[in-house]
């Protein structure tokens, strides 16, 4: 059976979330998303600003979300120094922040374990779409997609403000 209808929500919460980015110069970010079919069920989605395209990735297994951006030209050292505000807030509420040197740069991968007990999505079988449920955020899943929200806005400033941090493409 397909439950990607359940992680849907997830992926357009949060794509109307980054929407509400805003970047160093005041304006409004653009996003697009692009779904991916690797082990687990993801997007990559890219914030465009005036000064470039910010691309990362968001992936879910059940309870467990994973955040994943690559920094050119950086070690782990210099982007853990570099973003330590930035993912510090993130490691407060579970996000267990990792940076591993890959080449030509750093990749920034985290993982987080939401709370099993408080489902992030909830189906509401009074409508179906291609016989499934369809499925909306709870309160839980509202929270998440914000937070994750506010932690790519916080990562994209700081790649800006940060000259030496130039994002690579995934």
């Known amino acids: 059976m397909d439950f990607k209808h359940l992680s849907t929500p997830i992926y357009e919460g949060l ?7 805003v970047c160093t110069d005041g304006k409004l970010a653009r996003i697009e998303v692009k779904a991916t079919d690797y082990v687990l069920d ?21 309870p467990r979300l994973f955040f994943i ?5 950086a070690s782990a050292d210099l982007a853990k120094e570099q973003f330590a505000f930035c993912f510090g807030g993130a490691a407060k509420v579970g996000w267990e922040m990792n940076y591993e040197p890959i080449e030509g740069g750093v990749s920034i991968w985290a993982t987080c374990m939401t709370d099993r007990a408080l489902p992030l999505v909830a189906s509401d079988p ?13 309160q839980e899943g509202a929270f998440w997609v914000n937070d994750i929200a506010m932690m790519v806005q ?10 030496e941090m130039e994002p690579a493409p995934l």
């Open 42 to 62: 993801g997007r990559t989605f890219s914030v465009h600003t005036s000064v470039g395209e910010f691309p990362f990735w968001v992936g879910i297994n059940g």
């Open 15 to 21: 794509a109307q979330a980054c929407r509400r980015i």
């Open 126 to 138: 009074s409508v179906t779409v291609n016989f499934a449920e369809k499925a909306n955020l709870t």
């Open 69 to 73: 951006a690559y920094i050119n030209g």
């Open 154 to 163: 916080s990562w994209v400033r700081t790649c800006i403000c940060r000259h």
